[in-house]
């Protein structure tokens, strides 16, 4: 089970830190995203990380801007967000998988488990 949060209201420029907590003991061995979803579009990927040896993708809009980070001795993992925009704004979620590569995955059909889901609405 996943359990995001941290989202609120924030003007352009602002941060933000995204939390997601896992329960669970086997944390560690799943590959962690975020993704989001603005209203009207479809969801869209954001960052990944893996499980142990630290590759991390981020999405173009985001690069730069967007740290992803993961602490698999409190099984959360985060996204600090930066320099935000109001094109941002959307509901983002956290999400895991398992696999035995060492490459996270860009997309969502690749991941088993999902967040609530925590809004972030950027002002301009």
């Known amino acids: 089970q996943l359990q995001a949060s941290g989202g609120g209201l924030v003007q352009a420029g602002g941060s933000l830190r995204l939390s997601c907590a896992a329960s669970?003991?086997?944390?560690?061995?799943?590959?962690m995203g975020w993704f989001r979803q603005a209203p009207g579009k479809e969801r869209e990927f954001v960052a990944a990380i893996t499980r142990g040896v630290g590759r991390i993708y981020y999405a173009d809009s985001v690069k730069g801007r967007f740290t992803i980070s993961r602490d698999n001795a409190k099984n959360t993992v985060y996204l600090q967000m930066k320099s935000l925009k109001p094109e941002d704004t959307a509901v983002y979620y956290c999400?895991?998988?398992?696999?035995?590569?060492?490459?996270?995955?860009?997309?969502?059909?690749?991941?088993?488990?999902w967040g609530q889901g925590t809004q972030v609405t950027v002002s301009s």
């Open positions: 669970g003991r086997t944390f560690s061995i799943y590959h």
């Open positions: 999400a895991a998988y398992y696999s035995s590569s060492d490459y996270p995955s860009r997309s969502e059909y690749d991941y088993s488990y």
